[in-house]
C-alpha cells in the first residue's frame, strides 16, 4: 500500500478510534468482575403507577368492610396486532396481571384461578402421599394430607380483552425551509409532526356460583405520539457546515393499557361495593384525573338503594362515558352524548 493510501486509510481509522473511546471504556478481556465494561444508565426502580392507583388504594377502607373473593381469568389480547418488524405482538399479553395488581391495590381478597399448575402440582404429589409439610421432622407417614373444603372459593370473576387498536386515528405535520437565496447562503429546515392512536377493553364481572354477569366495561384510552426536528446548513469559507437536532416521544401504550384497566377495575369495584358518591369512587366517575375540561360533566346524584340492574348497570354513572367518538372527527353529524345508546 503506498504512503498516500495509508494516510487516507489512517484516517477514518483514528476517527472511530476516537468515537469508541467518547463511547466509554470497553475490554477486549473480563475484569475481576467479570464485566468487559459497565453498563450505563442508573435509573432507580419505581412503582408502576397510573393517574387511578391512588383513588384505587382509597377503596381499601370500603373492601375490607366486606370481603369478596375474586378471581382473575383470561384477559386477552383479542386485537391480532403483530409489529411489522416480526418482533411480537404490539399489545401485552399480561393484561391479568395489571388486573390482579388493580384489584390489590383496591384491598380486594383475591384466589388464584389463573395460573394454578404449581397447586395441581402439589395436590398430586399429596395424593400419592409424596409430599411432606415439615421436612425436618417427617417420618413414616408423616405426609401431607388433603382436607375437604381447604380451598376457598371466589364470589366474582373478572375476564375479558383488550378488543381495539387503532394506528393512526388522526396525524398532521408541518414543515418548513428558509433561507438566503445565494448558493452559500445559510440555511434552515423545522418540522413537526403528531399522530393519535388508541387501544379499547372489554370487562365483564360474573358471579361465580350463578355465572350472572352483574358488570360490564367497555373504555377506550388514546394514545399521542409526536416528532420534531430541526436543522441548519451554511458554507463556511471553504467548509461547510450541516447541524440538525430531533425529539421523537410516544406515550408508553403498554401503561395506557394499564390506565384503561386501572380505570375499569376502579369502578366497577366501586359499584359492587357501593362506593358512596363523593368519596373515592369520584375520581374515577366525575373527576376522572386524565380527562379535559370538557370530560367531567355533573353527575346526577342517584339514591343508592340496591345494586343496578342487569339492564341499567352499564349506564350506571354514565354521563362521564358518553360520547366516545368526539375527537375522532369535530365535523361528525353523529357525534353527539347518548351515541353508546341504552342497553334498556
Do not use: W
Not at 495509508?6 to 475490554?27: D, M, T
Not at 391480532?80 to 418488524?85: I, R
Amino acid at each position: 500500500m503506498t504512503s498516500r493510501g495509508r494516510k487516507h486509510l489512517l484516517k477514518p481509522l483514528v476517527f472511530v478510534l476516537g468515537a469508541l473511546a467518547l463511547s466509554g471504556c470497553i475490554s477486549p478481556t473480563a475484569d475481576s468482575t467479570g464485566r468487559y465494561t459497565a453498563p450505563i444508565g442508573g435509573s432507580p426502580v419505581i412503582a408502576n403507577e397510573t393517574p387511578y392507583s391512588t383513588a384505587l388504594r382509597c377503596l381499601d377502607g370500603y373492601t375490607a368492610k366486606k370481603p369478596l373473593r375474586i378471581a382473575v381469568g383470561q384477559i386477552a389480547d383479542y386485537t391480532g396486532k403483530v409489529g411489522s418488524d416480526n418482533s411480537g405482538r404490539d399489545i401485552t399479553q399480561g393484561a391479568a396481571l395489571m388486573a390482579m395488581s388493580a384489584l390489590a391495590k383496591a384491598g380486594v381478597p383475591l384466589v388464584e384461578r389463573f395460573d394454578t399448575s404449581v397447586a395441581e402440582l402439589e395436590l398430586k404429589y399429596a395424593n400419592n402421599k409424596l409430599i411432606t409439610d415439615d421436612p425436618g421432622a417427617s417420618g413414616p407417614g408423616d405426609y401431607r394430607r388433603i382436607m375437604a373444603g381447604s380451598i376457598p372459593g371466589s364470589d366474582y370473576y373478572l375476564v375479558g380483552g383488550i378488543t381495539e387498536l387503532n394506528f393512526n386515528i388522526r396525524s398532521m405535520g408541518a414543515n418548513a425551509d428558509a433561507g438566503q437565496t445565494a448558493t452559500d447562503g445559510i440555511k434552515g429546515t423545522a418540522g413537526i409532526n403528531a399522530y393519535v392512536m388508541n387501544v379499547g377493553l372489554d370487562l365483564r364481572l360474573v358471579d361465580t356460583n350463578t355465572l350472572e354477569v352483574v358488570d360490564v366495561i367497555s373504555y377506550q384510552k388514546q394514545i399521542i405520539g409526536r416528532q420534531l426536528q430541526a436543522g441548519v446548513f451554511d458554507f463556511l469559507g471553504h467548509t461547510f457546515f450541516d447541524a440538525s437536532i430531533g425529539e421523537s416521544a410516544l406515550e408508553p401504550i403498554q401503561l395506557a393499557v394499564r390506565s384503561v384497566v386501572e380505570r375499569a377495575v376502579l369502578e366497577m369495584v366501586s359499584r359492587l361495593y357501593r362506593v358512596p358518591d363523593g368519596t373515592c369512587a369520584s375520581i374515577g366517575a366525575a373527576n376522572d384525573p386524565l380527562a379535559g375540561p370538557d370530560d367531567n360533566p355533573p353527575l346526577p346524584q342517584q339514591p343508592q338503594t340496591t345494586t343496578p340492574s342487569a339492564t341499567t348497570r352499564e349506564t350506571y354513572n354514565a354521563q362521564s362515558r358518553q360520547d366516545p367518538y368526539r375527537y375522532y372527527s369535530s365535523v361528525d353529524p353523529d357525534a353527539q352524548p347518548g351515541l353508546r345508546g341504552q342497553l334498556n
